[in-house]
T-cell receptor, first 113, second 115 residues
Framework: GDSVTQMEGPVTLSEEAFLTINCTYT??????LFWYVQYPGEGLQLLLKATKADDKGSNKGFEATYRKETTSFHLEKGSVQVSDSAVYFCALRMKTSYDKVIFGPGTSLSVIP | GAVVSQHPSWVICKSGTSVKIECRSL??????MFWYRQFPKQSLMLMATSNEGSKATYEQGVEKDKFLINHASLTLSTLTVTSAHPEDSSFYIC???????????FGSGTQLSVL
């Protein structure tokens, strides 16, 4: 079935370090891909998305490219800040016989000054 | 922005009782709503997808008779946990999409504790 796999956390980085959070997916068709973020004490919110192969989603300095050949959607940021500390969820959306959105397990990121 | 309101935010009930959770889209029509369950420090597990006026589509392993979902209007979906047991204790989250948009808008979640 459709699924999303993310790198295990927690991830701890120093401020201004480079961030990569790996995400791969399994899907029977061509899903849309998303990264959602959950800051401490808050609900999930969309960070970025890509709807077709080779699309690049970007927001707040974060980027992810939809790679169909490797079924991946890795999240990157060149220089993280303390305020980026949160849990990051990779997700896919499929609209086949019905609509569904499946989330990966989440990766907790802590950025230390 | 689009707002999804979920109530109650927490509920404690006795084993064997039923609990209803409401999910409302306050300023838009939600063509599709999704119900998730989240265990501590784990991801969101999709329980079901509901479309207004039609039966919900449940994910494999989710008991339809236990988790009743009603999407009676374009702004309201309800999840009823019937005959709740302690193993049903969890954090339940609803989300909705607006029109044909891809973005999900999330409710604030409901923490259910079954004694």
């Amino acid at each position: 079935g459709d699924s999303v796999t993310q790198m295990e956390g927690p991830v701890t980085l120093s401020e201004e370090a480079f961030l990569t959070i790996n995400c791969t997916y399994t899907a029977t068709g061509y899903p849309s891909l998303f990264w959602y973020v959950q800051y401490p004490g808050e609900g999930l919110q969309l960070l970025l998305k890509a709807t077709k192969a080779d699309d690049k989603g970007s927001n707040k300095g974060f980027e992810a490219t939809y790679r169909k050949e490797t079924t991946s959607f890795h999240l990157e940021k060149g220089s993280v800040q303390v305020s980026d500390s949160a849990v990051y969820f990779c997700a896919l959306r499929m609209k086949t016989s019905y609509d569904k959105v499946i989330f990966g397990p989440g990766t907790s990121l802590s950025v230390i000054p | 922005g689009a707002v999804v309101s979920q109530h109650p935010s927490w509920v404690i009930c006795k084993s064997g009782t039923s609990v209803k959770i409401e999910c409302r889209s306050l300023d838009f029509q939600a063509t599709t709503m999704f119900w998730y369950r989240q265990f501590p420090k784990q991801s969101l597990m999709l329980m079901a997808t509901s479309n207004e006026g039609s039966k919900a589509t449940y994910e494999q392993g989710v008991e339809k008779d236990k988790f009743l979902i009603n999407h009676a209007s374009l702004t309201l979906s309800t999840l009823t946990v019937t005959s709740a047991h302690p193993e049903d204790s969890s954090f339940y989250i609803c989300s909705a999409t607006r029109g044909k948009g891809e973005k999900l808008f999330f409710g604030s979640g409901t923490q259910l504790s079954v004694l």
